[in-house]
């Protein structure tokens, strides 16, 4: 256990169907990082929120949007689903704003859509 | 824009072997760290190793080292004493943008 908890661990969903996926960084960490991969892909950064804030953006679509809430636990919205969005959605909290040390990844959400 | 390539897509070693895996990057930073993940089956993403940039020093985590050339901006990592669970996928990783390279798929072979 990592001490990154990502819920649910599987998602099953319809096109145009919206969800949500869940976050609780490790204890102690500010920042959580949302990534993307798809099937036999690398990691595609999303978004990073630190402490609350939005820190950095990277290739997040406008029909994804994300949150982090007083309790450090993030969300990600994502709305208006394509068969493309289909994809392993990795969670990772740091210390800091930066990753001097590195993530700590969470297990993942695996979301297909049909 | 940053970049992290990683130019090998598959590696394959033989038990108890050395290898090599590539990584370069593209930056105009002088202070940063680079990172060295293994995505198992399983698909949990975990740290192998870690370098910052200002350490002359490659850094060496038991059988895993790196070999870190900063003026050439490479950063290799190298498996020794190959084991079957070191089976994965490594992807390499830069911070500042957080950015991870494409991975490369390691078999190892009884």
Avoid at chain 1, 20 to 48: A, K
Avoid at chain 2, 9 to 31: G, I, K, R
Avoid at chain 2, 57 to 86: C, H, M, P, W, Y
Wanted: aromatic fraction near 12%.
């Amino acid at each position: 256990d990592s001490g990154v908890t990502q819920t649910p661990k599987h998602l099953i969903t319809a096109t145009g169907q919206r969800v949500t996926l869940r976050c609780s960084p490790r204890s102690g960490d500010l920042s959580v990082y949302w990534y993307q991969q798809s099937l036999d892909q690398g990691l595609q950064f999303l978004i990073q929120y630190y402490n609350g804030e939005e820190r950095a953006k990277g290739n997040i679509l406008e029909r994804f949007s994300a949150q982090q809430f007083p309790d450090l636990h993030s969300e990600l919205n994502l709305s208006s689903l394509e068969l493309g969005d289909s994809a392993l959605y990795f969670c990772a909290s740091s210390p800091t704003g930066g990753f001097h040390y590195g993530y700590t990844f969470g297990s993942g959400t695996r979301l297909t859509v049909v | 824009a940053q970049t992290v390539t990683q130019s090998q897509p598959e590696m394959s070693v033989q038990e108890a072997e050395t290898v090599t895996l590539s990584c370069t990057y593209d930056t105009s930073e002088s202070d940063y760290y680079l990172f060295w993940y293994k995505q198992p089956p399983s698909r949990q993403m975990i740290l192998v190793i870690r370098q910052e940039a200002y350490k002359q020093q490659n850094a060496t985590e038991n059988r895993f080292s790196v070999n870190f050339q900063k003026a050439a901006k490479s950063f290799s990592l190298k498996i020794s004493d190959s084991q079957l669970g070191d089976a994965a996928m490594y992807f390499c990783a830069y911070n500042n943008d957080m950015r991870f390279g494409a991975g490369t798929r390691l078999t190892v072979k009884p």
